[in-house]
């Protein structure tokens, strides 16, 4: 067999690896300028430079990815491995190592992580604002006269619900406010509902229901209108969403939060065979409580019987009772005329010690004593206030423009605006001034100004 010939290769056509590289860089920018991409984050990297790189990847490939800082600053999350995402990002090839990359300028949550980063949003936004306050939750009553059921009729939480009312309690009335449990335009009808309910005053508590699901399934009873409406309902509201392991955000709100649609239920139904039993051992109780009544009051009644006395026994204790007391006033009497007697005496012979005219008297004494403080008082004031005044009439009259003008000096001000002159090259030829001496002021016109 021949072998194969190899032509020969021109030298010119041979490439570098950096060359290579460089051109498949240029194809590859060109002919994808720039791409949505949806997978898994995985080995993920955050450098000190700020930047991320990591792989997003699907069940059979996956592809090399770049973040630069000037981009990811302004997510919205922080980015995980395992967290499923959206990325808009260009296509390129990182020339040093010849992988194919993604440069990504945009990234967002996508699927069921960014189902649970708004219900994590909301959580904490309503907790802020106190609407999962136990302050604000209301008792649920023992014996309710009507149920309200906020469900879908065709759901299999219907029938279980009202199967465990029917064999907890079948006496208490069920009342259905159907609406839809899944899609977009369930949270509307569930508020409206609500509204409904809490307006018609038809039932004294309502059960808030619906089978379980995945977290798409269940995101109406996520959303903050139906919250808000459960927190402004006067009524009572038990919520039994889903199974014991889904957790909403109606769940938080509401009065009472049941595991299941059925444990919500047994919740708001009283059990008619434990009530039997408590309704009979009570009946049990107050007729023993009775009889032990009856017996003590015919107890007493033979007790009291024994005891009367006839009417004039009573009488004659009364009237001697009455007597005492006649003989204790009298004595009372006496003893507080004597003392009254004594007491007058007293104030009579205090009154003529203390006569009008010798508090008089006195009086005038203190008066003429207070008259001579004042009046020497008073003139060592004035005294004082003439030698203070003096002194500083000569302390004013030593530092008074007056006395400098007596001793030649002169105050030159402007004739327009009165201002004093100090500089004799603030003025101008011509201009008009007027000198003030100790007698009398001149006035002169500027015709010549020297500097000395």
């Known amino acids: 067999m021949p072998s194969a010939t190899i032509d020969k290769v021109n030298p010119g056509d041979i490439y570098s690896i950096s060359q290579l590289n460089s051109e498949v ?16 984050i995985s080995n993920l990297a955050r450098p000190a430079s700020g930047h991320l790189y990591f792989s997003l990847k699907d069940e059979r490939a996956q592809a090399r990815c770049a973040m630069f800082r000037m981009n990811n600053r302004v997510l919205k999350f922080k980015p995980q491995d ?43 936004k309503l907790a802020a604002e106190g609407l999962f306050d136990t302050a604000h939750k209301q008792e649920i009553p023992a014996f309710p006269f009507r149920v309200g059921i906020i469900t879908s009729p065709s759901g299999a939480a219907i029938r279980d619900v009202l199967s465990v009312l029917k064999r907890r309690f079948p006496a208490i009335p069920v009342l259905i406010y159907p609406i839809p449990v899944q899609g977009e335009d ?10 409904k309910a809490c307006q018609r005053r038809d039932c004294d508590v309502l059960i808030l229901t619906r089978g ?33 392991v889904d957790v909403t955000i109606a769940d938080f709100v509401a009065d009472v939060r049941a ?5 919500a239920a047994e919740l708001v139904s009283p059990n008619r065979d434990e009530w039997g039993l408590r309704i009979n051992r009570t009946q049990t109780q107050l007729i023993n409580r009775i009889n032990q009544k009856l017996l003590h009051a015919q107890q007493k009644l033979a007790w009291l019987i024994r005891r009367i006395q006839h009417p004039r026994q009573k009488i004659q204790r009364i009237a001697q009772r009455l007597d005492e007391i006649e003989l204790r006033l009298i004595n009372v009497h006496q003893i507080y005329r004597h003392t009254r007697a004594a007491r007058l005496t007293e104030f009579g012979n205090r009154l003529q010690q203390e006569s009008p005219l010798y508090r008089l008297q006195q009086l005038s004494f203190t008066r003429q004593a207070f008259e001579q403080r004042l009046h020497n008082a008073m003139s060592k004031k004035l005294s004082g206030g003439n030698h203070q005044l003096a002194a500083l009439s000569r302390a004013l009259e030593a530092i008074s423009p007056l006395a400098t003008l007596g001793r030649g000096y002169a105050i030159v001000r402007k004739q327009d605006d009165g ?22 002021n001149v006035l002169s016109t500027v015709t010549e100004i020297r500097d000395s």
């Open 259 to 263: 595991p299941t649609p059925s444990a």
């Open 212 to 244: 379980g699901g995945s977290l798409e399934d269940l995101w109406a009873f996520n959303d903050e209108r139906v919250a808000r409406a459960i927190f402004d309902c006067q009524i009572p509201i038990v919520c039994g969403v889903g199974h014991e």
């Open 25 to 40: 860089r240029a194809i590859i920018e060109e002919n994808f300028p720039s791409v949505w991409v949806q997978g898994e």
């Open 419 to 440: 201002t004093i002159v100090r500089d004799a090259k603030l003025l101008k030829i011509g201009e008009q001034l007027k000198t003030q001496l100790q007698h009398g």
């Open 186 to 195: 369930a949270p509307p009808h569930i508020v409206r509902m609500i509204n």
């Open 82 to 124: 395992g967290m499923q995402v959206l990325v808009r990002a260009s296509v390129s090839l990182y020339e040093t190592r010849g992988d194919y990359q993604l440069i990504v300028d945009y990234m967002e949550e996508s699927g069921y992580g960014l189902l649970q980063r708004k219900f994590e949003e909301l959580k904490t």
